[in-house]
């Protein structure tokens, strides 16, 4: 896979994967039902990019140049050197690795080039398929948090996992 920076010009293919509800069943949105949708979504993550408070990637498969999901980082504090991770793939390569080397390129990135000590991630207890990619790369499972986020309007428990720069 390549990461590279998201653009508008990926809506149509990133509307695929976002309006797909076994996808987005863990990401605090609802499914898409129309690709504006997705167009809004990745200017307001560019939004936040060009802010310095987040940046997220398009997934690109090398050998079809096809764009198979997204991941970043949620949220980016350069005050505190952490950020927090997210990552989403169309569903036909879920359980092929995909999503375990893109969070090990953000890690490289974050403590190679962002210079941050601390990545996160937050995942609800039922998310058994993104638990087993933190846990591949060695994160540290810290503990759930109770209630702790709202998700499509209901409180959440939030597992939470980290690696440090020194892990």
């Known amino acids: 896979i390549h990461l590279r920076k998201i653009t508008t010009a990926d809506s149509a293919s990133l509307f695929k994967i976002w309006s797909d509800p076994d996808v987005v069943k863990f990401m605090n949105v609802d499914y898409f039902t129309d690709e504006e949708q997705a167009k809004e979504m990745i200017t ?12 997220r990637f398009s997934i690109v498969e090398l050998n079809t140049n096809e764009v198979i999901g997204s991941c970043g980082y949620n949220s980016l504090d350069f005050e505190n050197a952490k950020a927090e991770i997210g990552y989403d793939l169309a569903k036909k390569y879920w359980g092929n690795g995909f999503a375990t080397e893109a969070v090990s390129t953000l ?22 398929s993104s638990i087993k990619v933190l846990e591949k790369l060695n994160f540290t499972f810290e ?20 690696k440090l720069k020194t892990d």
Request: net charge positive.
């Open 44 to 55: 307001h993550i560019n939004k936040l990019a060009n802010d310095n408070k987040a940046n």
């Open 107 to 128: 890690l490289n990135y974050a403590f190679n080039s962002l210079n941050l000590n601390r990545v996160e991630a937050k995942v609800e207890p039922e998310n058994i």
């Open 143 to 162: 503990g759930t948090l109770r209630q702790s986020e709202k998700s499509k309007g209901k409180f959440v428990d939030i597992k939470i996992f980290s």
